[in-house]
């Protein structure tokens, strides 16, 4: 056995072992609580019935007071009893609440409250222009420094690089789910941050490095986010787009299939976010990666859903592509 794996174990056993140690408290906890009520509980019949039974028979008191007696006193023990009990759950549901209540108290980002400019068309021009960034996190990291880059409507741009060097950021950028620490990123000529931020982001389609299935049938799947109603008809011809009909077509219940974890390969994932993304009809799509956990089939039809985005003359759009190769 190697050593990394006897560390493992160790910790497993350790964290066994608090486990242990908090659930066996807890535990004798509860059980001295309940054997306490349980005893007096009992214990007061007995004595209630003893000393009772003596007054009655001395006449001091009336089988009617013994009875009200004994009867009140249970329901004081009884009553003390589930308090104690209800009390524990409520703690626990406060506790628990408190974390849903924080994250419904979360005021949206200030991009999505404020009413920006919204263009008539989007043409889909991207300018990077002395762009520089860094991560909040890492202000002394700089990710991009005066990058410069002009993407044309209906332009097909692959960026290259090595894991790490910035591919998705250049993205993130474009997303707006950071700002740019210098220079800025225009769009049609109109600065990013003075456009509507909800209005720019229906226009973009993105398929990032791990699409997000929802567990709902395979059209609900396809049509999410969509801004507009749609029809079954539109939903298959994103999903032929993408060359994802044919085995939607074979599921056990085709496009009403609910999908769960083991549903779909990674491929076929891939190729239900491409169709999702192409439902929208964006000026601009972006692939980040779309091809890099793919076996060779599904390579093979994603190479050929970007063939046929940048060649199809219906449906031109600007396209990023994140690429590793
Ligand atoms: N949220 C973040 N906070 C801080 N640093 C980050 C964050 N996201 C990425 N980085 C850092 O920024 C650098 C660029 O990351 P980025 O994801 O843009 O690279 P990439 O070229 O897309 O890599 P890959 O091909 O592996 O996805 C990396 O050094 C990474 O550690």
Redesign the pocket.
């Known amino acids: 056995m190697g050593r990394k794996s006897k560390s493992s174990k160790g910790k497993y056993a350790k964290w066994l072992d608090k486990l242990y140690d908090v659930s066996f408290r807890q535990t004798m906890a509860y059980g001295g609580w309940s054997l306490s009520l349980n005893y007096l509980y009992h214990s007061t019949q007995v004595v209630a019935v003893l000393i009772g039974g003596i007054a009655i028979m001395n006449g001091k008191f009336t089988a009617e007071q013994l009875t009200k007696f004994t009867l009140y006193a249970e329901w004081l023990i009884l009553s003390t009893w589930w308090i104690g009990d209800n009390w524990s759950s409520l703690m626990q549901s406060v506790g628990a609440s408190e974390k849903v209540f924080r994250l419904m108290d979360l005021l949206p980002s200030r991009q999505l409250t404020s009413k920006g400019l919204r263009l008539q068309k989007l043409e889909g021009r991207i300018q990077y222009a002395d762009v520089e960034f860094s991560?909040?996190?890492?202000p002394s990291?700089p990710?991009l420094r005066r990058l410069n880059l002009t993407l044309n409507p209906n332009e097909v741009v692959a960026i290259v690089?090595?894991?790490?060097?910035?591919?998705?950021?250049?993205v993130?950028l474009l997303l707006q789910l950071y700002e740019p620490t210098n220079g800025q990123i225009l769009i049609d000529g109109v600065p990013l941050s003075e456009l509507d931020t909800r209005w720019f982001r229906e226009r973009i389609g993105f398929v990032g490095?791990e699409p997000k299935l929802f567990r709902m049938d395979v059209t609900s799947n396809i049509k999410y986010g969509c801004p507009r109603e749609v029809s079954q008809e539109e939903v298959e011809w994103a999903a032929k787009q993408a060359y994802a009909h044919d085995f939607l077509m074979a599921l056990p219940d085709g496009y009403n299939t609910i999908v769960d974890d083991a549903l779909l390969s990674g491929g076929q994932k891939q190729r239900v976010a491409i169709a999702r993304a192409l439902l929208r009809d964006p000026a601009i799509l972006v692939l980040?990666?779309a091809t890099s956990a793919l076996d060779a089939e599904s390579e093979h039809y994603v190479k050929s859903v970007i063939t046929e985005v940048s060649t199809d003359p219906k449906a031109r759009r600007t396209v990023i592509i994140?690429a590793?190769r």
């Open positions: 991560y909040p996190s890492r990291a990710i690089g090595l894991s790490g060097s910035g591919k998705s950021t250049i993130n490095q980040d990666e994140i590793h």
